[in-house]
């Protein structure tokens, strides 16, 4: 496990990447499946503790009628068998992830649209039209390490923001976590 901070080049005001990827639902999914306000697009996998940290903070928001929150995995599975679209469909199962959309990201090409670098790495979008523009990306809350217990949750202060129709004023950095497993 190497920590990374995100970098990506998008910037507030950004359209989001468009994309086409198969979820564990046997579906394929664009950005037109999602109808929210607020779109959290979230890099993750199973296997990297600080993605793990964030599971039941992305399970929350996803339950929420007004946020759609779409993880995707875009690991070398060959490296790393654990983030395997089985073992991400076993997640889901099991409850352990529980978002609209679980996705693979097979070549990592979205992953490398959005300039994600790391798991977890958050990009909030609010809906303008029929365009999902950024909003915030950033950390997710204020704890720095898988093992530490959060207590200011700044995604859920840049989703209350976005869906007040508001800029997201908040500056916590970049995201943190394990570097993306190129394949």
């Given at each position: 496990?190497?920590?990374?901070?995100?970098?990506?080049?998008?910037?507030?005001?950004?359209?989001?990447?468009?994309?086409?990827?198969?979820?564990?639902?046997g579906k394929t999914h664009t950005l037109e499946d999602f109808d929210t306000d607020a779109l959290l697009v979230v890099f993750t996998c199973n296997h990297c503790p600080y993605a793990q940290a964030?599971?039941?903070?992305?399970?929350?928001?996803?339950?929420?009628?007004?946020?759609?929150?779409?993880?995707?995995?875009?690991?070398?599975?060959?490296?790393?068998?654990?983030?395997?679209?089985?073992?991400?469909?076993a997640f889901v199962d099991e409850g352990r992830v529980a978002y609209d959309a679980y996705l693979r990201d097979e070549?990592?090409?979205?992953?490398?649209?959005?300039?994600?670098?790391?798991?977890?790495?958050?990009?909030?979008?609010?809906?303008?039209?029929?365009?999902?523009?950024?909003?915030?990306?950033?950390?997710?809350?204020?704890?720095?390490?898988?093992?530490?217990?959060?207590?200011?949750?700044?995604?859920?202060?840049?989703?209350?923001?976005?869906?007040?129709?508001?800029?997201?004023?908040?500056?916590?950095?970049?995201?943190?976590?394990?570097?993306?497993?190129?394949?």
């Open positions: 496990m190497a920590l990374q901070e995100s970098d990506s080049e998008l910037e507030t005001g950004d359209p989001a990447p468009a994309f086409e990827l198969p979820g564990v639902d964030k599971f039941d903070l992305l399970n929350d928001i996803a339950a929420e009628d007004d946020v759609a929150v779409v993880g995707v995995n875009a690991n070398n599975t060959e490296e790393y068998p654990e983030d395997s679209v089985e073992k991400m469909q070549t990592a090409d979205v992953a490398r649209a959005y300039g994600a670098v790391c798991t977890p790495d958050p990009f909030l979008f609010r809906r303008d039209g029929d365009t999902y523009r950024l909003a915030y990306h950033g950390r997710l809350d204020d704890a720095l390490g898988p093992d530490e217990t959060a207590t200011e949750f700044y995604i859920r202060q840049a989703i209350d923001a976005v869906q007040a129709g508001e800029a997201v004023d908040l500056d916590p950095g970049p995201s943190r976590g394990c570097g993306i497993k190129w394949p």
